[in-house]
T-cell receptor, first 115, second 114 residues
Framework: DGGITQSPKYLFRKEGQNVTLSCEQN?????MYWYRQDPGQGLRLIYY???????QKGDIAEGYSVSREKKESFPLTVTSAQKNPTAFYLC??????????????FGEGSWLTVV | GESVGLHLPTLSVQEGDNSIINCAYS??????FIWYKQESGKGPQFIID?????DKRQGQRVTVLLNKTVKHLSLQIAATQPGDSAVYFC?????????????FGSGTRLLVRP
């Protein structure tokens, strides 16, 4: 099936630990995105990538890092510098980010909890 | 500043009635808007979109209306069903830093009463 796959669905992080969330898409999309969603809130952009080997900070990039070594993969690392990482993380992709009218499609999300 | 917001955080409707969810946006340069539906614990699901050169677009049981004069967007759901219960987000596609990005509102929760 075509789509965006995020893993794991649930993840627990200890204080001071880095964790990486996986995102894979087989839609042949150039652009990929990571959003954070807190309970009862909207989505805030963490990082985005227009093309392989390129990425830019979104509105809340502090404490996060990404890589884009392959077109289909855009992993997100939540570092120990992120002071309040407990949230629902959503990966998304679109055909391109450089022309308007391109729908962004989302994965099913990953829940991260600090223990 | 650039923002997308919603007037009603929670909307309760009777099954079979029509639902109207509203959204205000502030960036007059935005040229593309999307409505998403998000069920509990899941990712947002695309419902319908509209470009700024249109004022109305219809899908299956859903209609999106765009009023650029007052920068207002609405989603109308006909004959609301229990499966329509979810949080609905409008999103505005804006240009910045050499790319388009979606800016989301805080969402409206739709509750369908049986």
């Amino acid at each position: 099936d075509g789509g965006i796959t995020q893993s794991p669905k649930y993840l627990f992080r200890k204080e001071g630990q880095n964790v990486t969330l996986s995102c894979e898409q087989n839609l042949n999309h150039d652009a990929m995105y990571w959003y954070r969603q807190d309970p009862g809130q909207g989505l805030r952009l963490i990082y985005y990538s227009q093309i392989v080997n390129d990425f830019q900070k979104g509105d809340i990039a502090e404490g996060y890092s990404v890589s884009r070594e392959k077109k289909e993969s855009f992993p997100l690392t939540v570092t120990s510098a992120q002071k309040n990482p407990t949230a629902f993380y959503l990966c998304a992709s679109s055909r391109t980010a450089t022309s308007s009218g391109n729908t962004i499609y989302f994965g099913e999300g990953s829940w991260l909890t600090v223990v | 500043g650039e923002s997308v917001g919603l007037h009603l955080p929670t909307l309760s409707v009777q099954e079979g009635d029509n639902s109207i969810i509203n959204c205000a946006y502030s960036n007059s340069a935005s040229d593309y808007f999307i409505w998403y539906k998000q069920e509990s614990g899941k990712g947002p699901q695309f419902i319908i979109d509209i470009r700024s050169n249109m004022d109305k677009r219809q899908g299956q049981r859903v209609t999106v209306l765009l009023n650029k004069t007052v920068k207002h967007l609405s989603l109308q759901i006909a004959a609301t069903q229990p499966g329509d219960s979810a949080v609905y987000f409008c999103a505005e596609n804006i240009w910045g830093d050499s790319s388009y990005k979606l800016i989301f509102g805080s969402g409206t929760r739709l509750l369908v009463r049986p």
